[in-house]
């Protein structure tokens, strides 16, 4: 199909994070890039620097939003926005460490603390509401948007045909690496819900699998919410 019938959304996760105490960040603020992050933005920046991109979406957290400005350096002319419908997951067990979240293997879906907390299909709802309103304002662009873990899973998730259940976020399914990109290629016509390809490439990963360019996901219609 014609490049310019279609609609690209890179979805990258935040590289990574200083955070000493190893807690849950969540949406807590004043949580930035490390070293380390910085070094791996700069690859993602590097994977992506000839990419025609258009426009930058980044959640509201400052590791996002510092990861975007250097994914947008070779891309003077794009545009960077902020959204909330790419933010981190909203759940009362920020700030708790990490050890405290292995006992029930991270699923704080099932074991809310708090009435306002996410659910998956809540967390879903407001990513495929990015997705729906980035295909129909930029129909035959590419646009990359700066998410997190759990949104950008569970995007992969929801197209490969997977329940939006805490089963098919965590191991042994391949959790997207910081500074990973997964890209959903998409027709222009919005009646077509669904990608044509959906992809996944990981400039900073420690496996040889996904740092040799774009490797194929299966793109089908979902299974039934559970």
Request: charged share 25%.
């Amino acid at each position: 199909m014609d490049n310019q019938r279609q609609t690209t959304i890179l979805l990258v996760r935040h590289a990574n994070v200083h955070n000493p105490n190893d807690i849950l960040y969540g949406r807590l603020p004043r949580f930035r890039l490390s070293e380390l992050g910085v070094r791996q933005a700069e690859a993602t920046a590097q994977a992506l620097a000839e990419e025609p991109i258009t426009t930058f979406y980044s959640s509201p957290r400052l590791r996002a939003r510092q990861t975007a400005r250097i994914l947008a350096t070779p891309h003077p002319e794009a545009t960077l926005r902020i959204t909330y419908l790419l933010d981190e997951v909203l759940t009362a067990w920020q700030g708790r460490p990490h050890s405290e979240l292995e006992v029930h293997g991270f699923n704080y879906y099932a074991n809310r603390l708090h009435p306002s907390d996410e659910t998956l299909e809540q967390v879903w709802a407001r990513v495929e509401r990015f997705i729906k309103r980035a295909r129909k304002k930029h129909a035959g662009e590419i646009v990359v948007g700066i998410s997190h873990g759990d949104p950008v899973i569970l995007t992969r998730a929801y197209y490969s045909g997977m329940p939006l259940a805490i089963e098919s976020l965590r191991v042994p399914n391949v959790y997207p690496g910081n500074g990973s990109i997964t890209r959903l290629t998409f027709s222009t016509d919005l009646r077509e819900t669904y990608p044509l390809s959906l992809e996944y490439y990981d400039p900073n990963s420690q496996d040889n699998r996904w740092t040799q360019g774009w490797v194929k996901w299966a793109s089908r219609r979902p299974m039934p919410v559970e």
